[in-house]
């Protein structure tokens, strides 16, 4: 059941909370200092166990820790209360982690007293926004703002920058088998691969799958396999002509004065057969007496 609307996005649900919706909270919040960016010891901040990032690359936190070892954390993290010393992080648990691989003491956050919907709104849409995003995970945060905020697909792209088709296409990626969403996460098998297996059952995805990361196929080579695998016949590419046939293609249509094709087959590629087009029988008889004459 839709919880509640996206609003303005990420922008809208950081800005302070204003005096009036603090005043009409059940109890009454600590002040925060306006909610102005404070250090915060690293070990009290746990990450959110409903984040919608799904993994965080060695390689990537590693490079984002030697940029804060050198400036520091330039952007504060966006954490609410558990307890009196303890927070939970609803945005930049990336940060956090990489300030860890760093030993800093402490991170600069702002803290604010957000309910349950608000913190996995914050996450999906801060999630959504990184350009490192797995596409695994990009495609459950999209199901999530459907599915859980009821919005439409459309509604969903106009907030991100996104096409709405881009956003229904990675929402299909949900229908694959988990094993082929892990192949796919783990970059085994592209997307263009991953949208030619939604056309087959559960068991041929996998099979398929399997099949295209063992013999590393492209995309192109993947699509005729799973062509043979549904019994239809693959795409071939288009040979380049014969030279040396397109020339007698050529002379024969001059001296017939009709145009002719000539096509080789055969393992040898040494036989072949003539066509000679006509339009009426009229034209048919032209060609013969041409002939006759030669």
Same mark, same amino acid.
């Given at each position: ?6 609003? =303005? ?7 302070? +909370?204003? !005096?009036? /919706?603090?005043? !009409? ?13 404070? /250090? ?27 940029? +804060? ?37 402490? $991170?600069?956050? $702002? ?29 459950? *945060? ?9 919005? %439409?697909?459309?509604?969903?792209? *106009? ?8 956003? %229904? ?10 094993? $082929? ?13 991953? =949208? ?25 080579? *993947?699509?005729?396999?799973?062509? =043979? ?8 590419? /288009? ?18 004065? *009709?145009? %002719? ?5 055969? =393992?040898?590629?040494?036989?072949? /057969? ?21």
């Amino acid at each position: 059941m839709p919880r509640q609307s996206l609003g =303005k996005g990420l922008d809208e649900l950081l800005k302070p +909370i204003s !005096t009036t /919706e603090a005043e !009409t909270s059940t109890t009454t919040p600590p002040d925060y200092t306006k909610f102005s960016p404070k /250090e915060l010891p690293i070990e009290r901040l746990q990450p959110n166990p409903d984040q919608p990032r799904a993994q965080f690359h060695e390689d990537s936190l590693r490079e984002l820790a030697n940029t +804060i070892e050198q400036v520091g954390v330039v952007q504060p993290i966006l954490v609410r209360p558990i307890d009196s010393e303890n927070y939970q992080i609803v945005a930049g648990e990336r940060r956090w982690r990489a300030a860890a691989l760093c030993k800093l003491a402490t $991170v600069p956050a $702002v803290i604010r007293p957000l309910d349950d919907d608000k913190v996995l709104l914050v996450a999906l849409i801060e999630n959504l926004q990184r350009e490192d995003l797995n596409i695994v995970d990009e495609a459950e *945060a999209y199901f999530r703002l459907h599915d859980e905020f009821g919005l %439409t697909h459309g509604e969903i792209g *106009a907030a991100l920058g996104k096409a709405r088709s881009s956003v %229904t296409n990675l929402i299909r990626l949900r229908g694959l088998p988990p094993r $082929v969403r892990t192949h796919l996460r783990n970059a085994d098998i592209e997307i263009g691969h991953a =949208k030619l297996l939604l056309g087959l059952t559960p068991d041929l995805q996998i099979l398929a799958t399997r099949q295209i990361v063992k013999r590393q196929l492209s995309v192109r080579q *993947a699509e005729n396999f799973i062509k =043979k695998l549904k019994g239809e016949t693959p795409v071939s590419k /288009e040979k380049t002509p014969d030279p040396n046939v397109t020339s007698l293609q050529n002379e024969l249509s001059e001296k017939l004065g *009709a145009p %002719t094709s000539i096509r080789m087959f055969g =393992k040898s590629k040494k036989k072949g /057969e003539v066509a000679i087009r006509f339009t009426s029988l009229d034209e048919l008889d032209g060609i013969l007496d041409h002939l006759r004459r030669q």
